[in-house]
């Protein structure tokens, strides 16, 4: 797999939980999200607009995760990763929400976290003592900030509309920050994947692309590196993950830890509601490698039907990255 670490040339607003909410705004992009955006940047370039290509894409990839400086950082596992007693201080773990890489390869290796080892910083982020002594600025500023601006709802001729005044988020990165994401591309394939990227970094992501949020370049590629434990007993998801037909739910599920998340939202270029999808957040552990399916939201008899002019399927990609850790101590005593 490859990292491709993204710098905002300016805001970004991504509704993840699509309520169409315009003051609500997530801090990262979901995996759904990324596909979606990649596979419709691909087909401009690349005329691949057929059904087949959006219903299997020629990449995966995992969600857009927050990236400070050369520190990488992961969501928090969906279990309880901390070694803690005092409930004073495992109070405070509930609030980490991102954890670093060093502190990721310990929870992939079947540890839990000691808190006094750790460093909490700004946006409930967690890094190792070494990686915060190295790195003191962490301290000092905010990585990103979700603001809300407010604005005015007018009609097609510039009208105010009824509704007046409405609040809009917009999340800021600071200098040193950004969002990265792992993509598992074949090798003949990556030229365009990276083509594709790049134009999507011109044309924007998220919301209100037209008027310049979202856009970003792609500042660095690297082959993703980590230390794995050479045990394996189960797998942890860094993306929206839906079962297929080449999972046993049950059997996947015998000793899990997992979140569940609704994805909907709206068909990109057109007013159609997508409908929702339950799926398994990033963080959740499965006891069997999950693999996931691509969902079509449109066929080609529903587009015909009601003459919408949409020439693919706006499929939604559940398809999971996900790498392997020894399980997890909590899973045995909780199970």
Not at 255 to 275: E, K, N
Request: aromatic residues 10%; contains cysteine.
């Amino acid at each position: 797999m490859r990292v491709f670490r993204l710098k905002f040339h300016s805001a970004l607003h991504v509704d993840s939980k699509g309520s169409g909410e315009p003051e609500v705004a997530e801090e990262f992009i979901h995996s759904d999200t990324v596909s979606a955006a990649l596979c419709l940047a691909w087909s401009s370039l690349y005329r691949d607009t057929q059904d087949e290509f959006f219903l299997n894409p020629p990449f995966r990839v995992s969600s857009a995760f927050p990236y400070i400086g050369d520190i990488l950082l992961f969501p928090a596992p969906a279990w309880n990763c901390w070694k803690e007693d005092d409930p004073v201080k495992r109070k405070e773990t509930k609030k980490v929400r991102w954890i670093s890489r060093e502190l990721f390869e310990l929870v992939l290796s079947g540890h839990s976290l000691d808190f006094s080892q750790a460093a909490v910083i700004t946006n409930n982020v967690a890094v190792s003592r070494a990686e915060a002594e190295a790195n003191p600025e962490l301290r000092k500023v905010s990585l990103w900030a979700i603001i809300e601006r407010q604005r005015v709802s007018v009609d097609r001729l510039g009208i105010p509309g009824e509704g007046g005044l409405f609040s809009f988020a917009l999340q800021f990165f600071s200098q040193a920050s950004g969002l990265y994401i792992l993509a598992d591309v074949p090798d003949e394939q990556r030229a365009r994947f990276r083509s594709a990227l790049g134009y999507l970094g011109d044309c924007g992501i998220g919301a209100d692309r037209n008027s310049g949020l979202g856009h970003f370049k792609v500042v660095d590629e690297t082959e993703f590196s980590i230390s794995l434990p050479a045990r394996a007993e189960a797998w942890i998801t860094l993306s929206l993950f839906n079962p297929g037909p080449d999972n046993d739910i049950l059997t996947m599920t015998r000793q899990a830890a997992y979140g569940l998340l609704t994805r909907s939202g709206w068909i990109s270029g057109t007013t159609i509601g997508r409908p929702p999808i339950r799926v398994f957040v990033e963080g959740s552990c499965f006891s069997e490698k999950p693999v996931g399916r691509v969902v079509p939201m449109l066929s080609a008899d529903v587009r015909e039907k009601y003459g919408l002019q949409i020439d693919h399927c706006a499929a939604r990609d559940f398809r999971s990255i996900s790498l392997p850790c020894v399980k997890p101590a909590y899973l045995e005593e909780n199970s």
